[in-house]
């Protein structure tokens, strides 16, 4: 039988929550040039300005008509990201095959192994509440014990004025009429109620079972 998530249909307009982790709940990211090194891999493929090239000399495939990232965290041994695929139903798969490729080659040759080092086909669980969605993106963004200044994650962009044009926070502020996204992800009473249901969707992928960074 499949693993959980991993057997994919996807839709248009519809909102997907991604994640993956090491093999063996092993690290992905040794360190902070590690997440920055994932991070412009996302940025070459969503930013219509990013002019990064191939070794034989062709563009990188944009995905931004057809993709948005709505945010994302880095920790240690695993990522997440909530992605909002809009048209071409390939463009999600695509993506994230050649973000992890690319970045599976270049942590092998800088840490100096080889294999496999994600668990298996990254999951991707759609999200068709619009409640369940503002609940994901903060389950995303308190991943990290000290969010609110942790560089690798998305959550600096929703309680800035700013945000770089790969990553648009701006379709979950929408949902907060009146609403302070910042106090929304403090609400610790709030997010635990929904905590449960969110660990029953992702099954055994739960923060509490994995190594834990600190910014």
Not at 66 to 82: S, T, V
Not at 150 to 171: E, G, K, L
Request: proline residues 4%.
């Amino acid at each position: 039988m499949p693993s959980r998530n991993v057997v994919k249909h996807y839709s248009q307009d519809t909102f997907y929550h991604v994640y993956n982790r090491g093999v063996a709940k092993q690290l992905i990211f040794i360190d902070n040039l590690d997440r920055l090194k994932l991070i412009s891999i996302i940025s070459r493929h969503l930013d219509p300005t990013n002019k990064s090239i191939k070794s034989d000399g062709t563009y990188y495939r944009k995905f931004n008509q057809d993709l948005e990232l709505l945010c994302y965290c880095l920790m240690g041994n695993h990522f997440h990201m909530l992605l909002y695929l809009k048209s071409d139903l390939d463009a999600l798969h695509l993506f994230m095959q050649s973000a992890i490729t690319a970045y599976t080659m270049y942590f092998n040759k800088r840490h100096k192994r080889v294999g496999t080092l994600f668990q298996s086909v990254f999951k991707a669980s759609s999200i068709l509440n619009e409640t369940y969605l503002m609940h994901i993106s903060r389950y995303i963004h308190l991943n990290p014990p000290s969010y609110k200044t942790y560089a690798y994650s998305s959550f600096q962009y929703y309680i800035s004025q700013v945000h770089p044009v790969w990553i648009n926070p701006d379709r979950i502020l929408n949902m907060f009429q009146g609403v302070n996204y910042a106090q929304f992800v403090d609400d610790y009473a709030d997010y635990a109620s929904t905590l449960q249901n969110i660990k029953h969707e992702l099954a055994n992928f739960s923060p509490s079972t994995f190594n834990k960074v600190s910014p």
